[in-house]
């Protein structure tokens, strides 16, 4: 389970997340909210990659203001919105640092194999020799997600995935962390830009606006005409179509 | 931690693609790093050799202990150098930036003229070289450390500011050097003046083996996080995100530069563009992993520098000192690498 408790984040005058309290279950989480909510900033202060200004994060237990870093790496893995590398690295050399965590070099048995299964869950057998500047931005943000699995966590926290991600390679990344979830017990809490996917493959949305969560519950409870209205300040529809709620805009 | 479903039993791969034949995209060259690390080991084996034995006099024990000593300061740098610029790229994730482009040494410089312009040229004759020696080193080290602290932590500059503000840095301190050196006494000017450019043929003796104790202290003070330092590499956030305790681990860093580019400065004189020359190579040479790109930059750097006297020396029979070819060299290379937009 993930906790924050009062968690605030400033950036200069902008209040990026402000006095935010919840408690995310286990299964897949979307966080959605319009740009500039403070969704990345709540996503990588849980993640401890930010520092927050007030307030507590617990996951699993730990506090990760307080839990040695490398503690916490075996626990939570945690990729960014944006993912440069300054030094130029193949796509295996990538993922093999997902290893790091657990003291392997990645060249033990076990390394090798988790390595293995993070490439082939990703499709990335075929460019794993690549360097990661000569691949498309798709197959780029597969490679970094290869890495947090390989990490081989409890919790895995994602920040807009499906950039860069063509249709087929989104939905088959949706399926996998739906599967990760069903199969390895895998807690994730993803930000989703795209509403449809949220309302397909999230267990529970988190809604917000502002830097604070202004909705929390089901797709039922969360995706709707007045929340989706309000939260976007756009005029919104909600279809079902063979039983999945889809979002239209006015 | 709980006992997951492992490996692939059921959990059906994303996108499976082409599937078979397809890993031979794996590249792999003629020589690998490890060979090629080999191949700079006796490369720099044979120009030490070459540079110590090669057309001895019957009277060789002079001349031997001369270029003995040239020899001992050239190793001395080329380590402190060549370690502290793969380390200070590694840390600062960019690949054009060095302590001496970012005007560490300028620092360093700046410190020694401003304690002759204040204390008088009577301290240079009067204080034991050992002591001033260890007075400057930790005053420099500390300042630099503070400043590049203050300058690098909590704050995500881009690159060209950062360029510019070390550019900038460098030029202040020269100035303060130049200026101050207009106010000495031609005597002391004299001195303070030789303190400016590297020199590898006039290294103080009794300075060599304290500047090898601390060179070698600094290196063992790596050996605990010798793990980290290639995911620090990855950048601040991905580095945090591996469990690397990034505030700990850079602070620690920065010391151990400071430190050795004070060593090499205080013991040869500032060299600018020397670091980014030996980097490069290595990174070219056999990539970035330090175990690998640290021994490799060190290597080059011998084979540069001692390669470069010798040639210098026997072969061109110059006077011409070899830092000035060197930095050329370096300069050509940080221009390229600019150009080149591979900054990052
Ligand atoms: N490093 C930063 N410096 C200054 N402001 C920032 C920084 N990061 C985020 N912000 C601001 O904080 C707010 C929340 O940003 P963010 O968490 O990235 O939103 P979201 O991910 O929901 O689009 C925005 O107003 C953004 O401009
Ligand atoms: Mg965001």
């Known amino acids: 389970m993930i906790q924050t408790d009062s968690l605030t984040k400033r950036h200069g005058d902008i209040v990026a997340v402000d006095d935010v309290t919840i408690e995310l279950g286990d299964g897949l989480t979307a966080i959605i909210g319009p740009n500039g909510a403070?969704?990345?900033?709540?996503?990588?202060?849980?993640?401890?990659?930010?520092?927050a200004d007030a307030g507590r994060v617990v996951v699993g237990g730990l506090d990760v203001a307080t839990t040695r870093s490398r503690d916490l790496a075996r626990r939570l893995a945690v990729l960014r919105q944006e993912n440069h590398l300054p030094i130029r690295l193949s796509v295996e050399e990538l993922v093999g640092f997902g290893r790091f965590p657990h003291g392997g070099n990645g060249r033990s048995v076990h390394d090798r194999a988790r390595i293995e299964n993070a490439l082939d869950l990703l499709g990335l057998e075929p460019v794993r020799?690549?360097?990661?500047?000569?691949?498309?931005?798709?197959?780029?943000?597969?490679?970094?997600?290869?890495?947090?699995?390989?990490?081989?966590?409890?919790?895995?926290?994602?920040?807009?995935?499906?950039?860069?991600?063509?249709?087929?390679?989104?939905?088959?990344?949706?399926?996998?962390?739906?599967?990760?979830?069903?199969?390895?017990?895998?807690?994730?809490?993803?930000?989703?830009?795209?509403?449809n996917v949220a309302a397909r493959y999230a267990d529970e949305v988190v809604a917000m606006r502002e830097g604070r969560v202004v909705a929390q519950g089901s797709v039922e409870q969360v995706i709707t005409v007045e929340q989706l209205s309000d939260l976007f300040e756009t005029p919104a529809r909600v279809a079902e179509v063979e039983g999945r709620r889809i979002v239209l805009w006015e | 931690m709980a006992e997951h479903t492992r490996a692939g039993a059921g959990t059906r791969p994303i996108a499976s693609g082409a599937a078979s034949g397809t890993t031979s995209a794996r590249r792999r060259p003629a020589f690998g790093p490890g060979a090629r690390i080999a191949l700079l080991a006796v490369v720099a084996a044979g120009v030490l050799a070459l540079y110590l034995f090669q057309d001895l006099p019957a009277r060789w024990q002079y001349p031997l202990d001369l270029r003995g000593r040239t020899l001992a300061g050239m190793l001395l740098v080329a380590v402190a150098v060549g370690v502290s610029t793969v380390l200070f790229q590694t840390i600062t994730a960019n690949r054009i930036l060095t302590p001496g482009i970012m005007g560490f040494d300028a620092v360093f410089m700046a410190i020694q003229v401003f304690t002759v312009f204040a204390l008088g040229p009577v301290v240079l004759v009067a204080t034991p070289p050992l002591v001033s020696w260890g007075v400057e080193l930790v005053l420099?080290?500390?300042?630099?450390?503070?400043?590049?602290?203050?300058?690098?932590?909590?704050?995500r500059l881009d690159l060209h500011v950062i360029v510019l503000a070390g550019l900038v840095l460098g030029t202040v301190f020269r100035s303060i050097t130049a200026f101050l050196q207009r106010l000495l006494d031609p005597d002391t000017f004299a001195i303070v003046q030789d303190l400016a450019f590297a020199s590898f043929t006039s290294v103080d003796r009794t300075l060599l083996l304290p500047t090898a104790v601390l060179v070698l202290a600094a290196l063992a003070s790596l050996w605990p996080i010798r793990h980290d330092l290639d995911v620090l590499g990855l950048g601040e956030a991905p580095a945090i995100g591996l469990g690397v305790e990034h505030r700990r681990v850079v602070m620690h860093v920065i010391v151990v530069v400071a430190v050795l580019v004070g060593a090499s400065t205080a013991l040869v004189g500032p060299v600018m563009f020397f670091g980014l020359?030996?980097?490069?190579?290595a990174y070219t040479m056999v990539g970035h992993r330090h175990s690998r790109s640290l021994p490799a930059a060190v290597l080059i750097g011998l084979i540069a520098l001692v390669g470069g006297q010798w040639f210098l020396d026997r072969v061109l029979g110059f006077a011409t000192e070899l830092p000035v070819v060197i930095e050329f060299l370096g300069g050509v290379v940080f221009i390229a690498l600019v150009l080149a937009g591979r900054a990052r």
């Open chain 1, 129 to 195: 020799g690549r360097f990661l500047d000569e691949l498309s931005g798709g197959q780029r943000q597969r490679a970094f997600v290869a890495m947090a699995l390989a990490q081989d966590t409890d919790y895995l926290l994602l920040d807009e995935p499906l950039n860069n991600l063509d249709p087929r390679h989104a939905v088959e990344l949706m399926r996998l962390l739906t599967r990760l979830v069903t199969q390895r017990d895998l807690r994730i809490v993803v930000v989703l830009h795209d509403l």
């Open chain 1, 38 to 51: 403070g969704k990345s900033t709540l996503l990588c202060s849980i993640g401890r990659l930010i520092r």
């Open chain 2, 277 to 281: 020359l030996v980097a490069n190579v």
């Open chain 2, 140 to 155: 420099m080290s500390g300042f630099v450390v503070g400043l590049y602290w203050w300058l690098f932590m909590g704050r």
